[in-house]
Structures are given as C-alpha cells and as structure tokens.
C-alpha cells in the first residue's frame, strides 16, 4: 500500500499570540491522541460527511466493522476530547 502524499500547506502560524499554558497543551494533546487511530478519523470523517445530522452508533459499528464495545471506547475517546458531542434517543446514542 504506497501512501498519497499530502499537499504541502504554508504555516506555521502559532496557534495563539503567547505560548500555550499547560493545560492549553494538555487540552491540545488530548485531542491529538483521540486522532491518532484510523478508526477514529474514519468517525470523525463519517460525521463531517453527515453535514451535521446525528449519526446512530450502529451506523459506526457496520462502517469500521467493529464489535459494539470497540466502537464504544473510540467514541468515547472522542467524546472524551471534545470532539463529538452525545445525544441518547430511547436505548440508542446518536453522535
């Protein structure tokens, strides 16, 4: 499997006007372990893709083809970070 490689993007403008605080890079570092695993990119990317509509967990488990509990921890991690937000309808978390 040979890589694609990515474009090139002009930066690296700070992310802010004074160095991050601890908490800030603890916050930051959070995020970035949450996506760093494939499974976890492919579920954010599945909800970019949803334009915003919840999208059932189940949907997740059929899409990665990962037992429930495995989807769980990896939207967890996610929840965990910030990054998606949860919403319970009846016995089902939508995302």
Do not use: W
């Not at 605080?21 to 970019?48: C, G, P, T, W, Y």
Request: charged share 25%.
């Amino acid at each position: 499997m040979t890589a694609t490689p990515l474009p090139l993007v002009r930066c690296c403008a700070p992310l802010g006007s004074a160095a991050l605080s601890e908490d800030e890079a603890a916050e930051l570092e959070q995020v970035f372990k949450a996506l760093a695993d494939r499974h976890r990119v492919k579920i954010v990317n599945r909800l970019i893709a949803a334009g915003g509509e919840a999208v059932c967990v189940c949907d997740f488990q059929d899409m990665l083809e990962l037992k429930q509990s495995s989807v769980s921890y990896h939207l967890k991690q996610l929840l965990d970070a910030g990054i998606v937000e949860r919403e319970k309808r009846g016995s089902y978390a939508y995302f």
